[in-house]
């Protein structure tokens, strides 16, 4: 069993919340959008870090960070990228790994809107963690936890962070 903490879209801003939501977790995850290096190390720092840049990233992040992750952890598939799009609306850059190879969960952010949909077509679900970060269009900050255990997916949490901007 491993316990998830996903966020996207941080632009580079910092939250002491992250600390106090990711200490029950066992790993972080960040699908893109990072904004800095100097952030990515203080998340590296807390936890294992799996992350994907995202397109304001630099070249110093994209370095270090892949645009598109896949792995297995507690036998559930997992594909991340920063701009993929959702459900029978994915995004061409990743519309084919999707359908050639589907897995079991799907990660994507980039559009600061949280969502979370099974897809049945491909027996996959999709999440996107909207945004943690302070800059963009969304109103409220937001990350989610959850559960790999064993194949599944369980205990899906949403919090919010707090007010954008």
Not at 43 to 66: C, L, Q, W
Request: net charge negative; with cysteine; glycine share 10%.
């Amino acid at each position: 069993m491993k316990r998830i903490g996903l966020l996207s879209d941080t632009h580079g801003v910092w939250d002491e919340k992250f600390e106090n939501y990711f200490a029950p977790c066992d790993e972080i995850w960040h699908a893109g959008d990072i904004g800095s290096l100097e952030l990515a190390n203080r998340f590296e720092a807390m936890k294992p870090f799996h992350a994907v840049y995202g397109n304001i990233d630099d070249y110093s992040t994209r370095i270090v960070y892949p645009q598109t992750l896949r792995f297995t952890l507690e036998d559930v598939e997992v594909l991340m990228t920063h701009i993929g799009g959702y459900p029978g609306r994915y995004d061409p850059s990743i519309r084919s790994q999707l359908y050639t190879h589907p897995p079991k969960l799907f990660i994507a952010g980039h559009s600061h809107i949280l969502k979370v949909i099974y897809d049945e077509k491909l027996n996959c679900l999709h999440m996107n963690p909207g945004a943690a970060g302070k800059y963009g269009f969304h109103r409220v900050r937001t990350l989610l936890r959850f559960v790999l255990d064993e194949g599944n997916i369980r205990d899906l949490e949403v919090i919010e962070i707090g007010k954008q901007g």
